[in-house]
């Protein structure tokens, strides 16, 4: 494995120590806070507040590995000489990755409503728009067709906007039972997805080829399932 096969690796090897771990405890807090709720059961008063908190460090996480992923494949589908775009474009896009981070912070610190709902647009629409560059593959743009359903990309920055949706109205989560149930219906599809995720990630790394392999195989063709018969190695001398 090259230096480049070690960073393709960072964003799966995140989501599955750091960020699923995080997301069975968010849940499984979730679950309780509505049994004391609505079934009164007998749990510890500080189980809204854990879920709550575990869920504004999943939400963190789950933006952080989205952001890496997305600046990992940009800035490694060609060398960094033939980068598309040259220095300029490479700045410009480095200042989205920044300006991405800047707003996630300013999310998670700021109280008036307003610049919550103005910070989570910020940072979802930075990922959109590093999601929208040529070098990511989306698999399709096309709602209509059932390849687009099967993206990786497209379910992942739905997921992003979920939890920002979450991490952005924790207040009124917490005050408005209307917005309660919003969250609710939410967090269901965002398990849902996070479960997506999980398996079209990981036929994403059995179908991504090492580096120094992507040469050869680039030569295939994919749709057939058929390769070009390896090119024949040098006679030794003496052999027949
Ligand atoms: C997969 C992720 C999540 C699931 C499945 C989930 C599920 C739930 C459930 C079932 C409840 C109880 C609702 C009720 O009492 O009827 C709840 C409450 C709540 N959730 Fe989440 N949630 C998730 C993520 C998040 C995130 C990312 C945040 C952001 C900070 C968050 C903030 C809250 C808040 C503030 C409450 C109210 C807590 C209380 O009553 O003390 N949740 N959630
Ligand atoms: C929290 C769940 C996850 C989210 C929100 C997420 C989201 C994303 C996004 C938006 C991309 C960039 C677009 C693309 O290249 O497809 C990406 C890339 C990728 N994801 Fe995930 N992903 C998650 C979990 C996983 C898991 C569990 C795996 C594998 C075990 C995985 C494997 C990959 C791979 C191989 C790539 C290609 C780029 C790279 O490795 O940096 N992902 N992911």
């Keep these: 494995m090259t230096t480049v096969d070690w960073l393709w690796v960072l964003h799966p090897a995140l989501a599955v120590v750091l960020v699923y771990p995080l997301i069975g405890m968010t849940i499984r807090l979730g679950v309780q806070t509505r049994s004391r709720r609505v079934d009164k059961a007998k749990l510890p008063a500080s189980t809204g507040r854990d879920h709550a908190d575990l869920g ?33 474009r490479a700045l410009t896009l480095l200042l ?18 307003a610049y919550r709902l103005c910070f989570a647009l910020l940072t979802w ?3 959109l728009g590093l999601g929208a560059q040529p070098e990511v593959y989306r698999v399709s743009d096309n709602p ?8 990786h990309y497209w379910a992942g920055v739905a997921v992003v ?20 149930r919003l969250h609710v219906s939410a967090s269901v599809l965002a398990a849902v997805l996070f479960t997506l995720q999980g ?3 990981s036929r994403d790394l059995l179908t991504i080829p090492l580096s120094w392999q992507k040469t050869f195989l680039g030569a295939c063709n994919w749709s057939e399932m058929r390769c070009p018969p390896p090119p024949r190695a040098p006679a030794l001398p003496g052999s027949p």
């Design 56 to 88: 504004s460090w999943l939400a963190a996480a789950v933006v952080g590995i989205v952001l890496v992923a997305l600046t990992v494949v940009i800035a490694t589908k060609a060398a960094p000489g033939s980068f598309e775009g040259g220095p300029t």
């Design 96 to 113: 989205v990755v920044m300006g991405t981070v800047v707003s996630l912070v300013a999310l998670w610190r700021v109280r008036a409503r």
């Design 125 to 127: 629409i930075g990922v």
């Design 144 to 151: 209509l067709s059932t390849e687009f359903w099967t993206s």
């Design 161 to 180: 906007g979920l939890m920002l949706f979450s991490l952005g109205a924790r207040p009124e989560i917490l005050r408005e039972p209307r917005l309660r």
């Design 199 to 201: 398996i079209t990630g």
